[in-house]
């Protein structure tokens, strides 16, 4: 009996020290295991305060830019040149807002599909260099079945995928995209709600925290007056801090395809 307690008692502690061993190394692979981060900037097309930065951020990048504003094909432009990835943020009506916020490619509820078509078509002469689309506001327009069918048809006749910012939580998005098989994405945090450095480094460490549970995170930012500066200044501050955790950047088309591949 004693010699049988023995035995036990051995068997027990080499188990222990097994996971002793095994657990650190785990726990190091799972430390260093590499997630990724898909840096969406919204609001480009103005040649607003942050543009200038967020071109020369040293990391791939996804810019969102606004058909029929001013400076729309300077911007769409710039990103290119830059080595950044862009797509169109299709303005689309708000339950709130000024209709003029739209801008003249605004896309509201009561469009037909032809309409839509014909506004998606001018969005990509004047922004050749699209390969995706993302909602600019949209929390009416986001909740018709014809205008989120309307963009996921237009989406695969021209290979774009489509990233949900969600403005608005309802799933209409989310149920065409997979009955129409678009390649699609939701948004995972907001950086910028608040236009403070400060803020935009908590919500980049955020994003992190969601990557790691996941493996990846889609952010969205904003150029403009008061919110370019403090995310063109966040994100410069932690690309690097980002990067020694294992943070790849990729844009929003190499996050898709990373996901593919899995």
């Known amino acids: 009996m004693k010699r049988t307690t023995r035995i036990i008692k051995s068997l027990v502690s080499a188990f ?4 002793g061993l095994v657990c650190p190394l785990y726990a ?15 609001d480009f097309g103005n040649q607003m305060a942050g543009t200038e930065e967020i071109a020369k951020l040293p990391i791939p990048l996804t810019g969102a830019v606004i058909p029929g504003m001013p400076f729309a094909k300077d911007d769409a432009k710039k990103l290119h040149d830059a080595g950044k990835e862009v797509i169109l943020h299709v303005p689309l009506e708000p339950i709130k807002g000024k209709p003029n916020w739209l801008g003249p490619k605004g896309i509201t509820s009561g469009m037909s599909s032809e309409k839509i078509r014909g506004v998606l078509e001018e969005s990509m002469t004047e922004i050749p260099y699209a390969v995706g689309m993302n909602n600019h506001m949209g929390s009416r327009a986001m909740q018709s079945k014809n205008v989120v069918g309307t963009l996921m048809d237009f989406a695969n006749e021209k290979g774009f995928y489509f990233v949900d910012s969600k403005t608005y939580d309802n799933k ?40 790691k549970e996941k493996g990846y995170a889609v952010v969205i930012g904003h150029v403009g007056p008061e919110k370019g500066p403090h995310t063109a200044a966040a994100l410069k ?16 088309s190499q996050l898709m395809r990373n996901l593919q591949g899995q």
Not at 179 to 187: A, C, G, M, N, S
């Open 16 to 19: 222990i020290l097994l996971m």
């Open 237 to 252: 501050s932690m690309i690097s801090q980002l990067q020694a955790k294992n943070v790849e950047f990729v844009t929003v």
């Open 28 to 42: 190091q692979e799972v430390q260093n295991q590499k997630v990724y981060m898909a840096i969406i900037i919204d």
């Open 172 to 211: 209409v998005a989310q149920e065409i995209a997979i009955e129409r098989h678009t390649p699609y994405l939701v948004r995972d945090v907001f950086l910028d709600n608040t236009p403070s450095t400060g803020y935009v480094v908590e919500r980049l460490n955020e994003a992190y925290k969601v990557a």
